[in-house]
């Protein structure tokens, strides 16, 4: 579940939240029993999941309608347009990972929930990265790397702050 925030002056508390089911779709059933207003589904084409019927952002998928760098198209549109993200990391997920690195390579902190901790880190800097990471089951790290194309190992301290 990646959540990020974003606004205007006018609206400095917006929500852009994605529409998969799972972690996303939880999180908007939790905003909407509590009616919050100011929230953005970011979706690919059409939503698959706007609990609260607010607005939506349809981002103009990539030629390639399929696979990783279809939903990591939408995911980098939301990065770009927030102040700070709030991420749930199971150690693994390249898309989570992938919108880490996107944040922190735009000088953007992120909180991150480690589910195999039950912990958070804030995440500020390669620095901060590189302890949570030390957290992570190497392999799990390894198969995340090649996932995301990234030419170094994710241990290494001078980790490319955003794919390559």
Not at 91 to 113: M, P, Q
Not at 146 to 160: A, D, E, I, Y
Request: with cysteine; proline share 5%; glycine share 8%.
């Amino acid at each position: 579940m990646n959540v990020f925030i974003g606004g205007s002056r006018a609206v400095s508390r917006l929500i852009l939240i994605g529409d998969a089911n799972g972690a996303d779709k939880a999180v908007q059933q939790y905003l909407a029993e509590r009616q919050y207003p100011s929230v953005a589904v970011f979706c690919m084409e059409k939503p698959r999941n706007n609990v609260g019927a607010w607005v939506t952002r349809n981002i103009e998928p990539p030629s390639d309608r399929k696979g990783f760098a279809y939903y990591a198209a939408k995911d980098s549109v939301m990065a770009n347009e927030a102040k700070c993200g709030v991420m749930l990391w199971d150690g693994g997920s390249k898309g989570t990972l992938n919108n880490i690195l996107n944040l922190i390579g735009a000088e953007k902190r992120t909180l991150v929930y480690f589910s195999p901790r039950k912990e958070f880190y804030v995440l500020a800097n390669g620095d901060d990265l590189q302890a949570l990471l030390a957290r992570c089951e190497k392999s799990y790290l390894d198969v995340a790397a090649r996932g995301l194309g990234l030419k170094t190992p994710l241990t290494q301290s001078h980790l490319p702050l955003a794919p390559v």
